[in-house]
């Protein structure tokens, strides 16, 4: 059986993403390496990999062509991206991949679109019945406050790690800031926080779906977290995988749940592995197993109830020691 070799896109910190396909590959006993490219070599994750690439910026019109040349050079079969600005490149250019035989694990075109855009994400949430917060520009808000009740969120309409977002007390503190600036307001929705990690299959159906609790987050990413079998959320995070226009591979989407209420609010949803992913893993969510599988065409060990409830995840600082050469300095 040929090498099943894995490409870690834009790899950057993500460490426990990489491992976590290291250990599939043992656990499958297939051969093959896990590979990882970055614009940097200050990239943990690429001096942890089995091999790596410096590549161009992901907005450079040199990126698409240099990563393809990596694939049909080393027999890429899998390439995960991992980071918000290069998922439209790689939905835009899926079937170019698979001429040189490799497999992006990205959703469409239409879906990447969708989770990008903070207005799209809200204008498809309401018109497919799904729950969601108000949103609107900073300019109608301004325009006709007394229809929202402060304080409010201020987001960017592109944007991710909530890098930007902002707590708005009232209308002077709105006032301040330039309508043009593409900047959105949200109420703040109530309750606890939820990632509901997705795999979708390549007919865009859900095959399992693990919610965790977010119980502290650092830097917009999850530092303590821990997995709940909540049927409600489960069941709504299944109908927004199923609904999205060809959702494939892994998907997070952000759900606020009140438990006084039962309101449900979401907020997000990203197509691409999530920071937290390493907990819905360890607790047996194997969607990297299930992925090569599907594309192996291998019987299917896919199981949507089978990982553990209340694992609970506390994060800690690793380091990876280089010599200075190495890391290009």
Same mark, same amino acid.
């Given at each position: 059986?040929?090498?099943?070799?894995?490409?870690?896109?834009?790899?950057?910190?993500r460490v426990a993403l990489l491992r976590i396909f290291q250990k599939t590959l043992v656990e499958m006993g297939l051969h093959g390496k896990v590979l990882a490219?970055?614009?940097?070599?200050?990239?943990s994750a690429v001096h942890?990999?089995?091999?790596?690439?410096?590549?161009?910026?992901?907005?450079?019109?040199?990126?698409?062509?240099?990563?393809?040349?990596?694939? !049909?050079?080393?027999?890429?079969?899998?390439? #995960? %991206?991992t980071i918000d600005t290069e998922l439209p490149m790689y939905a835009s250019h899926r079937d170019r991949f698979l001429t040189v035989g490799t497999t992006v694990a990205i959703s469409s075109p239409e879906v990447v679109s969708i989770g990008g855009d903070k207005e799209k994400?809200?204008?498809?949430?309401?018109?497919?019945?799904?729950?969601?917060?108000?949103?609107?520009?900073?300019?109608e808000v301004i325009r006709e406050p007394k229809l929202w009740a402060f304080p409010l969120l201020?987001?960017?309409?592109?944007?991710?790690?909530?890098?930007g977002v902002t707590n708005v007390r009232d209308l002077n503190n709105l006032r301040v800031i330039s309508p043009t600036a593409g900047l959105l307001v949200q109420t703040i929705a109530k309750g606890n926080e939820?990632?509901?990690?997705?795999?979708?299959? !390549?007919?865009?159906?859900?095959?399992?779906? #693990? %919610?965790?609790k977010r119980l502290e987050v650092r830097g917009g990413e999850v530092s303590k977290g821990?997995?709940?079998?909540?049927?409600?959320?489960?069941?709504?995070?299944?109908?927004?995988?199923?609904?999205l226009p060809s959702a494939y591979g892994a998907l997070n989407v952000q759900i606020f749940l009140d438990d006084a209420t039962g309101d449900l609010n979401v907020i997000e949803i990203n197509p691409r592995f999530g920071g937290g992913f390493p907990l819905t893993w360890e607790a047996?969510?194997?969607?990297?197993?299930?992925?090569?599988?599907?594309?192996?065409?291998?019987?299917?060990?896919?199981?949507?109830?089978?990982?553990?409830?209340?694992?609970?995840?506390?994060?800690?600082?690793?380091?990876?020691?280089?010599?200075?050469?190495?890391?290009?300095?």
């Open positions: 059986m040929p090498d099943f070799n894995i490409l870690i896109s834009s790899a950057g910190r490219s970055d614009m940097s070599l200050l990239s942890s990999a089995d091999g790596c690439f410096l590549v161009p910026p992901c907005t450079s019109p040199e990126f698409i062509p240099t990563m393809l040349n990596i694939c !049909r050079e080393n027999s890429i079969r899998l390439i #995960v %991206p994400t809200f204008n498809w949430l309401i018109r497919n019945g799904f729950p969601t917060v108000r949103q609107a520009p900073v300019g201020l987001k960017p309409r592109f944007g991710s790690a909530s890098i939820y990632t509901v990690d997705i795999l979708a299959d !390549r007919q865009g159906n859900c095959l399992c779906a #693990v %919610p965790r821990v997995t709940v079998r909540n049927e409600i959320l489960l069941g709504l995070a299944q109908r927004i995988c199923e609904t047996g969510g194997k969607y990297p197993q299930w992925m090569i599988e599907e594309l192996m065409g291998l019987p299917s060990a896919a199981a949507s109830s089978s990982w553990k409830d209340g694992l609970v995840m506390l994060r800690y600082d690793e380091a990876v020691f280089v010599n200075a050469g190495e890391a290009g300095i």
